[in-house]
């Protein structure tokens, strides 16, 4: 069956199987042969793969596995590839600035129909009591500046829209 | 004048470590918390939670009216106010003398001159204590950029009414500054209702060492050593120990000594900080005083066996300070770490999510202050500080290597938090040889976020394992089928 895990924005396709004595996944850079046991403690897991031993403390949340391993922490989002392919709409990413948290406009330092330059400001926006000015990803003409000065966002929502790039 | 009955008007683990101390000397004790707030450890700690609103969260913890009604309603006789929100507001101070309450913290005169950057800048001056060469802006605003430019470059720009890092900016070239000025203006007038501002040198390299001091208005004043708080990112810190390893004996006598005379100055009552900060060549100058307890208070309680909050109630309620300057020592090292639900490799973005998982260290030298619960929420409307992680060794080597285990086993799982951050900058040599500034963090950025060991395929590996729809969904296709896998390379 498959899945496409995300670790850090790369997203990689996998196949789980089973070979009959043990559970086998198919990666794109081989095949590796994996047990999961639980441990006892809450979360706790002893993972065996790649001939190495790890103890770890996992939690499975809606959209993504959390995992303790070693002293680190680590989130892999799950992506159902059904999912995937209903779900897109069509934009580019690099098309919008996007909420990295909720907040407030501080100011609007362009209007639709601007041309602008990447590494632009197209505004300034504060959360967590912190001013950050957000700048044009690309080159291109600005579509949409959904946000006014003095507006709240939330986490998510679009703060600018440029034009797509003609082909 | 005695306390049976203290509100704690705070949250989090300030206020789940306040009223531990105050249940354990025997007094009633209660809480706030804001409508829509998780559940969190002081709530159940306190005898009695006291509900609040207000249009934001925050709002409701800054609302003196409210909680000054609370605390009547109830009938306590002393709010401790925590640190943070109104814990440095002279009108809270005031409206609570209006209504008979015992204020647990300094007089509203004092807060009022050490909440002035300016006045308490002044009048620290004034009696012979060092200050670093500045600029301010009410002297004579019209020339204030002329003056600006006299203190030098690099300079630091500072909101009058300022705290906690908020609408600082450095400086370095002649050309930023109006702009610089403009921002740093807006910025203060947004977060404190103050464009004023001020200027000062900035310090290359500087360490942030500050001293606990503690009076009872009667005369009495003490210091409590210092704390090194020089691992900052953003201008707050993340990391705090005690004692500095920048400070010879002698060097740690005298900063320790100012510290004791400028509370000495104004006849302090209760718990505060004086900040200096201190150059690379061994001068140091007065920065501010903190008239409240500081987040990094227990690594002075883990040295000096002192607990400050029992200090600050003996001294709320009239009562002379526990001890002569004799009679505290300095014994080890201690130190604290700021967990924080925030991404340290996305410029310290703070994270939310909830909590699906949370085992916190313990052991030997270990402490743990924390403000969050296992299945609890971490949202954007409080700090992204959730708890604090406390150790004590019998040197600085034995502290680091505690504080190292115990951060690699903090678990909290749902919300990225900078647990991993935090045992990297432990485990640099710079940190470890005592060699930082409160540029550290800045400048090691690299280093210190760096990609580790890649152990995608088993992260992978787990996630598949405990997929139960996707283990369920594998087991359930014919096993000729299943052997033969989606691929083979």
Known sequence: MQRIFQIDGVETDCWLGHDGSRFVLNTPTGAVACQLDPTGLPGGYKLRAKGVVRELRLAVGPEATFMHMDGRTYEVGRVDPAERLAGSDGGASDDRLVAPMPGVVVSVAVKPGDAVEEGQPLLVIESMKLETTLTAPRDGVVAEMPFAEGDSFGLKDILAQLAPEEE | MTISKLLVANRGEIAARVLRTAKARGLETAVLRHVAEQEGPAHLIAD????????????????????????????????????????????????????????VGPTSEVIDLMGDKVRARAFVEERGFPVAPSAIEDDDPASFVERARAVGYPLLIKPSAGGGGKGMRVVREDSTLETEIETARREGERYFGDGRLFVERYIERPRHIEVQVMGDGQGNVVHFWERECSIQRRFQKIIEETPSPA??????????????????????????????????????????????????????????GFDLVAEQLRVAAGECLSAAQADIPQIGHSIELRICAEDATADFRPAIGDILLLDEPMGEGIRVDSGILDGGKVTTDFDPMLSKLIVHGRDRAQAITRARNAVQNYVVLGVTTNTGYLDEILAHPDFASGDVSTGFLAEQSETLTAPGEDVSDLLMAAAALSDERLVSDVMQIPEMYRKMGGWRN
Not at chain 2, 67 to 90: M, Q, R
Not at chain 2, 268 to 287: K, M, W
């Open chain 2, 247 to 304: 400070l010879t004996p002698e060097q740690r006598g005298e900063i320790c000594e100012t510290a004791a005379g400028i509370a000495r100055a104004v006849n302090y009552r209760g718990a505060g900080t004086v900040e200096f900060i201190y150059a690379q060549d061994g001068a140091f100058y007065f920065l501010e005083m903190n008239t409240r307890l500081q987040v990094e208070h227990p690594v002075t309680e883990m040295v000096t």
């Open chain 2, 48 to 103: 009695e939670v006291v509900m609040i609103d207000g249009p934001t969260p925050v709002a409701a913890y800054l609302d003196i009216s409210q909680i000054v009604a609370a605390a009547t309603k109830i009938g306590a006789d002393a709010v401790h106010p925590g640190y943070g929100f109104l814990s440095e507001n002279a009108g809270f101070v005031a409206a609570l003398e209006r209504a008979g309450v015992t204020f």
